[in-house]
């Protein structure tokens, strides 16, 4: 039978030897049969609860500000698919996505001259204007740079449940690594009352908060920043939705189709969604940092996992059924063909058209037609 709920991890038994075996059995099996666990008692590591009550109060404070503010960092002005995007203005699963948003990232100059063109997805940030949400850029900076310490630790730890040296996956990673994250409101039912889809003629009953899809980059780590329930739900491999519990202070951690791609498939990126609040229930702000690897990576994936580890694997594959919801056409990194960011990039052009029509309507035709087949 597949999984019938998320793992919860305790990162201290990490570092104890008496504990740190049945911590990295615990870690093999959600990567391997579910692709999501919840990390508790990971402070130490990573943000500490001021830093997670400091990106809240942000949070809140930035999707408070006048549209006309939020409008000034929109999405539309970067290259780079950085910055705000408004209300219902995403397409996941060829459905509206009904939340806003702003993307950030570990800031980084723009690609050079003759650079790929995938090199795009890195670059420099669109701040909100400082005179309206002053301590946003230190509190945002300060947060991705906590979580990236974290992530780093994390990732050698899952080389290590997986039978890999812990520094498997460091040729994956280039000096300072973009990590990118969001910053996501999902308004209630009653918010949404008399919207209008910016992206197709849909409308607010679908209740997709984010449609059914899985992630592209390595490891994702989700802070439920808001006491909302039922809202994070992961399809488990009999086409079952199974909702995340939301615990205070922890992190809701799923491995991505560039994880999945370069285990040969052992980590499995699963799919997932986010239903709306329903009525009465507050706008769910929620926090996903995006722990991504050099966009030039094509190298084969990653050699001598042990024979145990591959047969759970098979194991798992032979048990599949009825998994696999129409998440709509989605680029997967094929290492062996391409660099990763051939697909991140597309990925990107797909999700946010409006901002691919300004910046490479030629590709966003190529994706078109793909996607139309």
């Known amino acids: 039978m ?6 919860i991890l305790d990162l201290e038994k990490a570092f104890d030897p008496q504990t740190k075996p049945d911590f990295l059995a615990k870690l093999r099996h959600s990567l391997i049969n579910v692709g999501f666990l919840i ?6 590591y990573g943000p500490s609860r001021q830093d997670f009550g400091d990106i809240k109060e942000q949070s809140i404070q930035f999707f408070k500000l ?13 290259p780079h698919f950085l910055g705000y995007t408004r209300l219902a203005n995403e397409i996941t699963a060829s459905h509206t996505d009904w939340r806003e948003q702003i993307d950030l990232a570990t800031e980084l100059p723009p690609p050079k001259e003759g650079e790929p063109i995938y090199k795009n997805i890195e670059g420099p940030n669109l701040w909100p204007d400082e005179r309206y949400i002053p301590n946003f850029r230190k509190v945002v900076t300060n947060y991705i740079e906590k979580m990236t310490q974290l992530s780093t630790l994390f990732r050698r730890l899952v080389c ?3 039978g890999l040296p812990e520094t498997a996956l460091d040729g994956y990673f280039k000096e300072n690594q973009q990590c990118k994250m969001k910053l996501i409101a999902y308004p209630d039912s009653n918010a949404l009352q008399g919207v209008k889809s910016q992206a197709l003629d849909d409308d607010p009953e679908t209740r997709q908060g984010v449609g059914p899809h899985r992630d592209s ?10 006491p909302h329930k039922n809202s994070l739900q992961v399809q488990n491999f009999q086409g ?13 951690v799923n491995a991505g189709q560039t994880l999945e791609a370069i285990t040969n498939g052992v980590c499995k990126a699963t799919i997932h969604r986010v239903c709306s609040p329903q009525a009465g229930l507050g706008t ?3 926090i996903p940092f995006f722990q991504t690897i050099d966009l030039d990576s094509r190298k084969s994936a990653v050699e001598n996992i042990p024979e145990e580890v591959l047969k759970l694997k098979e194991e798992r594959d ?6 696999g919801v129409d998440v709509g056409f989605q680029f997967t990194p094929d290492i062996s063909q391409h660099a990763v960011g051939h697909a991140v990039f597309r990925n990107r052009i797909k999700s946010h058209q409006d901002v691919a029509a300004k910046w490479y309507p030629s590709i966003l035709q190529e994706v078109r037609q793909l996607y139309s087949k």
């Not at 503010?69 to 929109?74: A, D, I, L, S």
């Not at 079952?240 to 809701?252: F, Y």
């Not at 032979?318 to 998994?323: H, L, M, R, T």
């Open 39 to 44: 990390l508790v008692n990971h402070e130490k």
């Open 240 to 252: 079952k939705w199974i909702t995340v519990d939301n615990i205070p202070n922890s992190l809701v």
């Open 318 to 323: 032979k048990a599949i059924e009825g998994w």
């Open 160 to 162: 290590e449940a997986i």
């Open 66 to 78: 006048p549209d006309e503010v939020k409008r000034e960092c929109e999405m539309i002005h970067s």
């Open 217 to 226: 980059d390595l490891l994702t780590y989700i802070y439920q920043a808001t």
């Open 2 to 7: 597949s999984f019938q709920q998320i793992e």
């Open 284 to 286: 769910r702000i929620s």
